[in-house]
């Protein structure tokens, strides 16, 4: 089991900048791929960034290229992301999910990560 913690949440203004944690424990963090997402009320879940357990592969929606970073610590068991000039249609419910078979085409998909965390709450004002 490994269990999923994030944090870093909050009300921040359009155009402003968050920078949310997810700290993990149970099994080796570094065996497992990392990804991001975000879930707006009454959405679906959708995929925002991902990275593969050495660091050395990331993946990121296409809208959001340029803007959020993901990046992880393996010696600290956390995993960042970074999010700047936000929108406020960002507003949403990120999640953290690990995985141990993240590919090129599955990134995307809910279903390859088994583990999740509670999520945390982002608001971007107008």
């Known amino acids: 089991q490994v269990q999923l913690v994030e944090s870093g949440g909050g009300l921040v203004q359009a155009g402003g900048s968050l920078r949310l944690s997810c700290t993990a424990s149970g099994r080796t963090f570094s065996n497992y791929d990392m990804a991001w997402f975000r879930q707006a009320p009454g959405k679906e879940r959708l995929f925002v960034a991902a990275i593969s357990w050495t660091g050395g592969t990331t993946y990121y929606a296409d809208s959001l290229k340029g803007r959020f970073t993901i990046s992880r610590d393996n010696a600290k068991n956390t995993v960042f992301l970074e999010m700047n000039s936000l929108k406020p249609e960002e507003t949403a419910v990120y999640y953290c999910?690990?995985?141990?078979?993240?590919?090129?085409?599955?990134?995307?998909?809910?279903?390859?990560?088994?583990?999740w965390g509670q999520g945390t709450q982002v608001t971007v004002s107008s």
């Open positions: 999910a690990a995985s141990t078979y993240l590919r090129y085409n599955n990134y995307r998909l809910t279903s390859t990560y088994t583990y």
